[in-house]
């Protein structure tokens, strides 16, 4: 079992910048990557970044390279999602995301925090 508690998120100006934060407890030796999903109003929810534990492997998406920066301390329980340069299309529920078990085997369990709202103005 793993436990995400997010914190960050609000209200920002396009162009504009915000800090996402989550703390994960529980199973942290078998909880490799860990990450950042987002669910926007009708739509599927999709990847954002992730981040290896071992050897801080990142993988972004196309639409938030070069814009967002994925990070974790050195214990590897918390990671973060640095997001500059935002768009209002960025606006969506924020879900932070562990993964439990093999994930590069494919025999993995998904863990996810409460969701953070970030909305982005024109």
């Known amino acids: 079992q793993v436990t995400l508690v997010e914190s960050g998120g609000g209200l920002v100006q396009a162009g504009g910048s915000l800090r996402l934060s989550c703390t994960a407890s529980g199973n942290m030796l078998s909880t490799d990557p860990m990450g950042w999903y987002r669910q926007a109003p009708g739509k599927q929810r999709e990847l954002v970044a992730l981040i290896g534990r071992s050897y801080g492997t990142k993988h972004y998406a196309d639409s938030v390279k070069g814009r967002f920066t994925i990070s974790r301390d050195n214990t590897g329980n918390t990671v973060y999602l640095q997001m500059n340069s935002l768009k209002p299309e960025d606006t969506a529920v924020y879900y932070c995301?562990?993964?439990?078990?093999?994930?590069?085997?494919?025999?993995?369990?998904?863990?996810w925090g409460q969701g953070t709202q970030v909305t982005v103005s024109t």
């Open positions: 995301n562990a993964k439990l078990g093999s994930y590069y085997s494919g025999a993995y369990s998904d863990y």
